[in-house]
């Protein structure tokens, strides 16, 4: 029984078997594929990293899930990267400092002190892409794009997109000719994800119905 203890695997680290190892391989190579076709570079982060770097602009649950450790060599606190975003951030705007647009996409394993919600995987595979460099509506169009895209190669379906630019919300408010007073108390509720208020305010309403839909 003593011996078998040793082969047990921490709660959310598993071992990827042959099957899956090649369906993993094989997603791989179709997502970098697709995003190489749409101009985005492979970049590798490194797996540890120091915490000022893993941490820089984000928020207390990255923190939170990250793991740390100290550095034998430097003395320095050390994490194991819990989200890449950072990281590929740090590549382009120290590293590459390219003017005008860059496109970097990544995929890897990252490790997570907590699953985010239980039965998850403690040690995801992330992938992403970035465009840097351009703050325009084209750029946005673009990465939701690309986003759809990866859903489609990997066959997900019934897709749900939730946006939360408040230009979209204000243009269809616009479209839909809401008032101040009404655009103002969708806008409130929308905060909330008051579904049910917010559907009911709609139905109330005399607008399109696609619109409405969007809304």
């Given at each position: 029984?003593?011996?078998k203890q040793?082969?047990?695997?921490?709660?959310g680290?598993?071992e990827?078997?042959p099957e899956?190892?090649?369906?993993?391989?094989?997603?791989?190579?179709?997502?970098?594929?697709?995003?190489?076709?749409?101009?985005?570079?492979?970049?590798?982060?490194p797996?540890i990293?120091?915490?000022e770097?893993l941490?820089?602009?984000t928020?207390?649950?990255?923190d939170?899930?990250?793991?740390k450790?100290v550095?034998?060599?430097?003395?320095?606190?050390?994490?194991l990267?819990?989200?890449m975003t950072?990281?590929?951030a740090?590549i382009?705007?120290?590293q590459l400092?390219?003017e005008?647009?860059?496109?970097l996409c990544?995929i890897?394993?990252?490790?997570?002190?907590?699953?985010?919600s239980?039965?998850?995987?403690?040690?995801?595979?992330q992938?992403?892409?970035?465009l840097?460099?351009?703050s325009?509506?084209e750029s946005?169009?673009e990465?939701?794009?690309?986003?759809?895209?990866?859903f489609?190669?990997?066959?997900i379906?019934?897709?749900y997109?939730d946006?939360?630019?408040?230009?979209?919300y204000?243009?269809?408010?616009?479209?839909?000719?809401?008032s101040?007073?009404v655009?103002?108390?969708?806008?409130?509720?929308l905060?909330?994800k008051a579904?049910?208020?917010?559907?009911?305010?709609?139905?109330s309403?005399v607008?399109?119905?696609d619109?409405?839909?969007m809304?």
């Amino acid at each position: 029984m003593a011996i078998k203890q040793h082969w047990i695997l921490p709660e959310g680290i598993e071992e990827v078997l042959p099957e899956q190892a090649a369906r993993f391989e094989t997603i791989r190579r179709l997502l970098l594929d697709l995003y190489a076709s749409w101009g985005y570079e492979l970049v590798m982060p490194p797996t540890i990293d120091f915490i000022e770097s893993l941490l820089t602009g984000t928020g207390h649950d990255l923190d939170l899930q990250t793991f740390k450790l100290v550095d034998q060599l430097s003395g320095r606190t050390l994490g194991l990267r819990a989200d890449m975003t950072p990281q590929v951030a740090r590549i382009d705007a120290h590293q590459l400092q390219r003017e005008g647009p860059t496109r970097l996409c990544y995929i890897g394993t990252v490790l997570r002190t907590k699953p985010d919600s239980i039965g998850d995987s403690r040690s995801p595979l992330q992938v992403g892409a970035e465009l840097y460099g351009h703050s325009g509506v084209e750029s946005e169009v673009e990465i939701i794009g690309l986003m759809l895209q990866t859903f489609s190669a990997m066959e997900i379906e019934d897709v749900y997109l939730d946006m939360g630019n408040v230009d979209i919300y204000r243009g269809l408010a616009k479209q839909a000719g809401l008032s101040a007073e009404v655009e103002s108390q969708l806008f409130e509720m929308l905060q909330r994800k008051a579904v049910t208020e917010i559907d009911t305010l709609l139905n109330s309403l005399v607008i399109d119905t696609d619109v409405q839909m969007m809304l």
